[in-house]
């Protein structure tokens, strides 16, 4: 098992918006978290990875109790999150961002203004990273000239580059073209072999495509839990989120 959520609650203010969340991860499974707009979805992430802390129920990782550890002690243990929106430093190169993002496993700081060459062990990694998410050959463009794909790609290995035992993906396709998300879902498929993700997407297909388990979430509260097959047979699910 790698994450376990226990009876979580989480309201702001008077709106409630998890309510008795009850979920498994096992290591290296792929697990999906659909629901429609508004569902608690983002927040269930954020408290996973420490962002947002529940007002009741217990996150359990590698059957440690993580309730009181911060953003950062979470991420050192593993739970590394990519977010909805574009959060990258524009005016960096991929190599500076993923180097500084590697800079962090062996706890020194990267220095930008330091020759590139005195951060030997971490450029060699960086450009490993760099292979991985396929984009060795834009090394030293600037994050902003890289389209948007590319950019959400980039993202990817930054969230690698943490050395990471959990991958929060919240919307990776979301302002995707149908290339890129084609891509993209290349790229995560190939990471599920590696690590244990959760996964937030909007796009079934993408879904259907990757997930080891689908968890439907509606207004709060978990209404459906299954395979993929299950999902798609389940009226209720239909009925809630797909709208059929
Ligand atoms: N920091 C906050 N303060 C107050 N309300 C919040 C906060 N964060 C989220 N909410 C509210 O909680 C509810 C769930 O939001 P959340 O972003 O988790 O939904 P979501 O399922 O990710 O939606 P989407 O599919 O649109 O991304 C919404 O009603 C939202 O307005
Ligand atoms: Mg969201």
Redesign the pocket.
């Known amino acids: 098992m790698a994450l376990k959520l226990t009876n979580l609650y989480k309201s ?2 008077s ?1 409630r ?1 998890l309510e008795d969340i009850n979920i498994i991860s096992n290591k290296k499974e792929c697990i999906a978290i659909i ?12 408290v996973i990875s420490g962002i ?1 802390k529940q007002d009741i129920g217990n996150v359990e990782f590698n059957n440690k109790n993580i309730n009181e550890l911060n953003v950062e002690k979470r991420a050192r243990l593993g739970i590394s999150q990519s977010f ?1 929106k574009n959060s990258l430093f524009l005016e960096m190169t991929v190599k500076e961002s993923l180097m500084l993002a590697c800079s962090h496993k062996y706890k020194t700081s990267f220095n930008l203004i330091k020759p590139l060459i005195k951060n030997n062990f971490i450029s060699d990694d960086a450009i490993m990273i760099a292979k991985d998410i396929g984009l060795e050959n834009y090394l030293d463009v600037q994050s902003e000239f890289l389209s948007y794909g590319l950019q959400r790609q980039l993202e990817l290995g930054i969230a690698i580059a943490c050395n990471p035992k959990l991958l929060l993906l ?2 990776p396709t979301a302002g995707m073209s149908p290339a890129e998300t084609k891509d993209i879902i290349t790229l995560i498929r190939k990471l599920s072999k590696d690590y244990s993700i959760i996964i ?1 997407e ?1 796009d079934m297909e993408v879904i259907y495509n990757l997930a080891d388990k689908i968890y439907v ?1 509606d207004r ?1 509260k978990l209404i459906f839990e299954g395979s993929p097959n299950a999902v798609k047979n389940s009226k209720l699910v239909q009925k809630v989120y797909l709208g059929i």
Request: hydrophobic share 40%; glycine share 20%.
């Open positions: 702001f203010g709106i918006v629901g429609p707009n508004g569902a608690g979805k983002s927040t269930l992430f954020k947002v909805q919240d919307e937030v909007h979430l709060g």
